[in-house]
């Protein structure tokens, strides 16, 4: 299934869940940037940017991915000097990656550009032994989104929200 939003598009393989949002502005905020959770487990409907209120739940087996979209302005930043969608190893799955530290679990965190846009990619696994058995499935869902450069219209540029 293919899920389309904010110059965002996403090829979903068999078991994951996606949504690609933007929070509501706030009263004197910026513009809000695009999010996308993807997981391979059903997606509470409430939950926050970096996976609060979903990853204090995560089991053994289960990932979740965040793909936060820092802004056009963010691409001249050192942290996003990496060109293209980053694939994760193992290794690079730690649990002083966390955000915030939940015993088991173990997360992984790479800044980068892509088409022009600044991103961050967050994963948290449930545990070591998914990261190491699941790393493959979620290279493969990472790098199967696709990023419009920013100026540029999507061809479908429809907030979706819900997948099955």
């Known amino acids: 299934m293919k899920l389309q939003g ?6 979903l393989i068999d078991g994951w869940e996606a949504r690609v949002f933007r ?5 004197g905020a910026d513009d809000t940037q695009p999010i996308v959770h993807l997981a391979n487990f059903p997606l509470p409907e409430v939950r926050g940017d970096f996976g609060g209120g979903v990853v204090e739940h995560l089991r053994s087996g289960d990932v979740f991915v965040v793909l936060f979209d820092y802004g056009p302005d963010a691409v001249d930043q050192p942290l ?5 969608m980053p694939q994760l190893t193992p290794s ?3 649990s002083a990656n966390l955000q915030r530290a ?3 679990q ?3 965190q790479r800044f980068f550009q892509h088409h022009g846009r600044a ?3 967050y994963v948290v696994a449930g545990d070591a032994a998914t990261a190491r058995r699941l790393v493959g499935e979620v290279n493969h869902v990472v790098t199967n989104i696709a990023v419009t450069p ?3 219209r999507a061809t479908e540029d429809t907030p979706m929200t819900d997948a099955p």
């Open 92 to 94: 690079h799955f730690r």
């Open 102 to 104: 939940i015993p088991g």
């Open 6 to 11: 904010h110059g965002l598009g996403i090829d």
């Open 150 to 152: 920013p100026g540029t």
């Open 80 to 84: 996003f000097a990496r060109h293209g």
């Open 106 to 108: 173990v997360g992984a």
């Open 119 to 121: 991103f961050g990619l």
């Open 23 to 27: 929070r509501a502005r706030s009263v």
